[in-house]
T-cell receptor
Framework: GAVVSQHPSWVICKSGTSVKIECRSL??????MFWYRQFPKQSLMLMAT?????????EQGVEKDKFLINHASLTLSTLTVTSAHPEDSSFYIC????????????FGDGTRLSIL | AQSVTQPDIHITVSEGASLELRCNYS??????LFWYVQSPGQGLQLLLK??????LVQGIKGFEAEFKRSQSSFNLRKPSVHWSDAAEYFC??????????FGAGTTVTVRA
């Protein structure tokens, strides 16, 4: 089956630093990638949708200057949490999808971000 | 707007017993429907999907789901659960823009 790799799986950093999370589709071309945030014991909240070569589309209430998304190739998207603060601590999950409508989203294993 | 309701927050089932997880959706057109499973600290794994055609969909790990348009439901079933089925299960609905709306999830506990 389709494989999506997300890295790092866990990161701890000091408040004020920026953190980059990578999402790679290993065996298919991901024309669309999605970034989600998940709070403990809760469902996934869509943050943004990115199409290869285009600017990301952010959901209402998501700060685009705080969460920078780049989708420069058909196999790689990155999420950079800029000037991270403790309230940005969360579980971030990416997913990737091919161009055909019948292709579902395939998810990475998530990144646990802890800001001290 | 699309939305998903999973009425059961937590279900406990004995190993070997059958399991049914409920999912109701709201969508203006023919939906794309999905069931995903999540183990603690992990991403989501696709169990099965419905796009069109046969309303009874077979998935991995012995799961199946039935799309009932008249009831706006897409319930997930497994005839005999294994201890390894203990996890969080999410139902999701998507449309032409490929965005998914997830339900709140159902936690499944399997007792010996």
């Amino acid at each position: 089956g389709a494989v999506v790799s997300q890295h790092p799986s866990w990161v701890i950093c000091k408040s004020g630093t920026s953190v980059k999370i990578e999402c790679r589709s290993l065996d298919f071309q991901a024309t669309t990638m999605f970034w989600y945030r998940q709070f403990p014991k809760q469902s996934l909240m869509l943050m943004a949708t990115s199409n290869e070569g285009s600017k990301a589309t952010y959901e209402q209430g998501v700060e685009k200057d705080k969460f920078l998304i780049n989708h420069a190739s058909l196999t790689l998207s990155t999420l950079t949490v800029t000037s991270a603060h403790p309230e940005d601590s969360s579980f971030y999950i990416c997913s990737a999808k091919g161009e055909m409508a019948s292709q579902p989203q395939h998810f990475g294993d998530g990144t646990r971000l802890s800001i001290l | 707007a699309q939305s998903v309701t999973q009425p059961d927050i937590h279900i406990t089932v004995s190993e070997g017993a059958s399991l049914e997880l409920r999912c109701n959706y709201s969508y203006g057109a023919t939906p794309y429907l999905f069931w995903y499973v999540q183990s603690p600290g992990q991403g989501l794994q696709l169990l099965l999907k419905y796009f069109s055609g046969d309303t009874l969909v077979q998935g991995i790990k012995g799961f199946e789901a039935e799309f009932k348009r008249s009831q706006s439901s897409f319930n997930l079933r497994k005839p005999s659960v294994h201890w390894s089925d203990a996890a969080e299960y999410f139902c999701a609905v998507g449309g032409y823009d490929y965005k998914l709306s997830f339900g709140a999830g159902t936690t499944v506990t399997v007792r010996a």
